[in-house]
């Protein structure tokens, strides 16, 4: 796959992935609508006496679905907030500053940075660095005008310009592929509907028992849900699932996107600096530093080029390492550069 | 009637297409080649600065030396003078004395340990690389733009449209880049 292929399938995963979250929105809140707020807009409408004393038509529900607004509000605000705000939220929280030319080591990481933007055709991003000896790099921005490469300054010390140059051109990808800014409205959302599910779950516990007897006013009022006892439970109760796992899927949803950007990452900047193997031997010293990047939080986990909290959960390369990782196992991503070396090499000679 | 008109607007649409993407990457061709243009003239800056702080240093390597700067005012000559086969064949030579003259450095511990020179040293990588990034982005759009006139609807018409195949960067044979590069992973 080239990388137009490659950038071609990311929009449609991020289709589809949008896609997917909305419909998580749209089913929290017209749940919590029918449930809780008796928005039914299928309900025939009846006939009652009004405030003003004669017969009219009565809407027999509430009719806006108030739930469903709020859910769909709080999910475009919050990715709008992360897509406007995203940027400077993640420099502050990681203490990062301007990379400077006096200093030796910063100048060559401003000098790479140029360099790559060379190689891909783009302006040159910002480089900042994050004062922490851990060693790790991140890039956030949500277009290729405004974007940020970050590196930490274990990085620097302990990288020569070669892998340096490896480890900008990954987060160079990134930003080439727009990878910054699907994971930042993923994340956003994702943490929209934890808050939803959250809100949902809490608002359950005092109003329980009013789904089986039927809370006198709404009894007077409209009636109509007593038919469809049992159905109507079932129907609650998946709704109830929906609403507790759909944090875990969404983030499951994520990690799967997270994963597939580190590969294609790690795939087409090896593809601009045509040098894979100083890639691998920048990921072996970044693995080999076991020790987790405390400047970084776990809410930028996704952005970095291996994960800041040095988990264990990397190594594995079982089922929980490829559910819930936000990064591919170093060994899988080491094992592909290497094989695209080997690919290369051959066809040099050949 | 009303179907062959239409037929016929159809392709008048589709011939426009095809002739504003053409014209959209021979602009990102030429832009790409400016870029190139830019990262060598810093070259010919950087040379003077370099070949007179390793001068004193470098008493017994006056041939390497000399070639470089031969090899710099070769090359400008040949950008003056606008011809693209000959600049190449002279920025290959420069390449080539350049890469000869960082090597030799390593041989010279006091020039390594100035912080001057190491400053010099990491501009002339940073420039080398610059030249090769932009000449490996320009080969990319170059082909990209050949490949488009050269498919087969679209080739019947760029011609007519005065479009013709952009050169590729290329270094000339005999040069030392075109050796498959040994990836130092030490540090």
Redesign the interface.
């Known amino acids: 796959m080239n990388i137009y292929e490659q950038q071609a399938r990311n929009r449609r995963m991020t289709w589809a992935v949008m896609f997917v979250f909305v419909v998580f929105f749209l089913a929290i809140g017209l749940g919590f609508d029918f449930f809780y707020l008796r928005f039914t807009p299928l309900k025939t409408l009846g006939y009652g006496w009004n405030a003003a004393g004669y017969y009219d038509v009565s809407a027999a529900s509430q009719p806006v679905p108030f739930g469903t607004i709020a859910a769909l509000l709080i999910g475009l605000g919050m990715a709008a907030n992360s897509m406007l705000n995203g940027r400077g939220m993640v420099l502050r929280s990681t203490l990062a500053r301007r990379a400077v030319s006096a200093d030796?080591k910063e100048?060559?990481f401003l000098?790479?940075v140029?360099?790559?933007a060379?190689?891909?055709?783009l302006q040159p991003p910002e480089a900042y660095v994050v004062p922490d000896q851990d060693l790790n790099a991140f890039a956030t921005g949500t277009s290729p005008r405004n974007s940020v490469i970050a590196v930490t300054e274990g990085l620097l010390k302990s990288l020569?310009?070669?892998e340096l140059?490896a480890v900008v051109a990954h987060e160079m990808s990134h930003i080439r592929n727009y990878d910054m800014r699907l994971m930042t409205v993923a994340a956003a959302l994702m943490g929209a509907i934890a808050l939803l599910s959250d809100l949902a779950g809490r608002t359950m516990r005092p109003r329980y028992g009013s789904l089986y007897g039927r809370a006198v006013p709404s009894r007077s009022s409209s009636g109509g849900r007593k038919g469809g006892g049992i159905a109507m439970l079932l129907i609650f109760i998946a709704w109830l699932l929906l609403v507790v796992l759909a944090p875990l899927i969404s983030r499951l949803l994520a990690m799967a996107i997270s994963r597939e950007r580190e590969y294609l990452a790690d795939a087409s900047g090896a593809e601009?600096t045509?040098?894979p193997?100083?890639l691998v031997?920048a990921l072996e010293k970044i693995r080999n530093a076991v020790t987790p990047t405390y400047a970084i939080n776990n809410g930028v986990a996704h952005m970095c080029i291996a994960d800041p909290r040095g988990s264990l959960i990397e190594e594995k390369m079982g089922l929980a390492a490829d559910l819930f990782a936000t990064h591919p196992p170093m060994e899988k991503r080491i094992l592909a550069l290497k094989v695209m070396a080997y690919q290369a090499?051959r066809q040099?000679?050949g | 009637m009303k179907i062959l008109a239409v037929v016929l607007l159809a392709v008048v649409v589709w011939v426009v297409m095809i002739f504003n993407k053409l014209v959209n990457l021979r602009n990102q061709v030429a832009n790409?080649f400016k870029?190139i243009d830019v990262?060598l003239k810093r070259r010919y800056d950087l040379i003077p600065n370099l070949v007179n702080s390793v001068k004193g240093e470098m008493k017994f390597e006056t041939a390497t030396l000399e070639k470089v700067i031969q090899a710099r005012a070769a090359a400008m000559s040949a950008g003056s003078a606008g011809n693209l086969n000959e600049l190449m064949a002279k920025e290959g030579m420069l390449t080539q004395a350049l890469g000869k003259l960082i090597a030799l450095t390593e041989n010279y511990p006091n020039l390594k340990a100035s912080e001057s020179v190491?400053?010099l040293m990491?501009?002339l990588?940073?420039t080398e690389?610059?030249i090769g990034?932009?000449r490996?982005?320009y080969n990319d759009?170059v082909t990209k733009f050949n490949t488009e006139q050269q498919v087969f609807p679209n080739n019947v018409f760029a011609a007519m449209m005065g479009f013709s195949a952009a050169a590729l960067f290329e270094l000339p044979q005999d040069s030392k880049e075109r050796e498959?590069p040994k990836?130092?992973?030490a540090?």
Do not use: D, I, P, Y
């Open positions: 030796e100048r060559q000098n790479v140029a360099e790559m060379t190689a891909s055709g020569n310009r070669e140059q601009l045509r040098n193997l100083a031997s090499e040099g000679r | 790409a870029q990262q190491k400053a990491e501009e990588t940073h690389n610059q990034f932009s490996q982005f759009l498959v990836v130092e992973l540090v």
